[in-house]
């Protein structure tokens, strides 16, 4: 009876004690997202910011040495996270993957997510894929099936969505809205709004929702607007300001008009991201569908297009 009472004893404490932090791999140091999720995850515990039930354990650097943003912050991000936060800076992916549970893929170049994400579906991680999800619509169309046919859950979003502007536009009988913020291009990447405009672009796509059936995109020297029919007759349009601006939304309602301008910073708390981030590594559970994802890079493949052909109006191409 005293075993069989002590076994009993250890299954009760064992059920009653708090969950292990899941062990989080960072893919791609070349961004400032890395040290800011880093410090939220990984920093003074007691902190008013601090997100629990994830920690960052191990990092592999990536970087493209082709893209000025990327190889000039490669190095000096990930050693901020491994002095101040303890993060174990490892050679390669199939390292990465040996000491994680999750990954965020974090490199600042789009074209390099697809090669970056096979393993980790591979090796059926849980995978959050920061802005932009791909360079082109293809292979994010590639990254959403094989994940699918792996079983592997994913998410990818903007932190507006999470954000003041994203929370305070989720209005009910919207008859459409027009966002802004900023449109700077990188010469590498095919879909030009994908490298920064994906944040005003995604912001629209949280207040309207899917069902964008085609675009038209006027191409200007300072800003593109970007102006999109959706399936109910609504009106979505985004101002994609170069070389940058902040950030701003106005919904419709019939005469009704509300406007979300927040204070410079405020727009881009990472802590909200970060949080959903971590539900969903803990539950596999997208806040955002992946159909609505790729809608988004439908969205910007359409755009893309229209410029191409002078403004012509471009219906989107399938997602399903």
């Known amino acids: 009876m005293p075993y069989v009472k002590a076994i009993f004893c250890f ?3 064992a059920a009653l004690a708090p969950a292990a932090d899941l062990r989080v791999g960072i893919i791609g140091t070349d ?6 999720f880093a410090k939220l995850l990984n920093g003074d515990a007691a902190a008013a910011d601090h997100i629990a039930g994830a920690r960052v354990v191990a990092a592999y650097k990536g970087g493209s040495k082709d893209i000025e943003e990327s190889a000039s912050r490669v190095d000096q ?8 936060y303890g993060v174990e800076i490892v050679p390669d992916i199939a390292t990465l993957l040996s000491k994680v549970d999750v990954v965020l893929l974090s490199s600042v170049d789009g ?22 999800l791909a360079s082109t619509l293809d292979d994010a169309l590639e990254i959403g099936r094989l994940a699918k046919a792996a079983g592997v859950p994913w998410f990818s979003s903007s932190s507006l969505r999470f954000g003041a502007i994203g929370t305070a536009m989720k209005l009910p009988n919207l008859t459409g ?13 095919q879909l030009e709004l994908a490298w920064y405009a994906i944040h005003p672009v995604e912001l629209l796509y949280t ?27 609504r009106i979505g349009t ?38 959903e981030i971590v539900k969903f590594f803990q ?15 439908a969205f910007m493949d359409a755009a893309q297009r229209s410029k191409e052909q002078g403004g012509k109006a471009i219906a989107l191409r399938s997602v399903q």
């Open 283 to 297: 539950t596999g559970k997208a806040p955002v569908p992946n159909e609505e994802t790729l809608e988004i890079f």
């Open 11 to 13: 299954l009760i404490a």
């Open 207 to 233: 207040i309207m929702g899917t069902g964008c059936e085609s675009v038209t995109r006027i191409a200007g020297k300072d800003a593109d607007v970007i102006v999109g029919r959706w399936k109910d007759g």
């Open 31 to 36: 961004t400032s997202h890395v040290p800011a």
């Open 238 to 275: 985004v101002n994609a300001v170069r070389p940058y601006s902040d950030y701003g939304a106005v919904a419709f309602r019939g005469r009704e008009s509300v406007e979300s301008h927040p204070k410079a910073g405020a727009a881009t708390d990472y802590r909200p991201l970060v949080t």
């Open 77 to 84: 991000f990930a050693e901020e996270i491994r002095t101040k």
């Open 111 to 132: 074209r390099v997510h697809l090669e970056q994400a096979r393993p980790v579906i591979a090796a059926h991680k849980p995978l959050f894929i920061d802005k932009p």
């Open 177 to 189: 809205a027009t966002t802004w913020g900023p449109g700077p291009f990188e010469a590498h990447h």
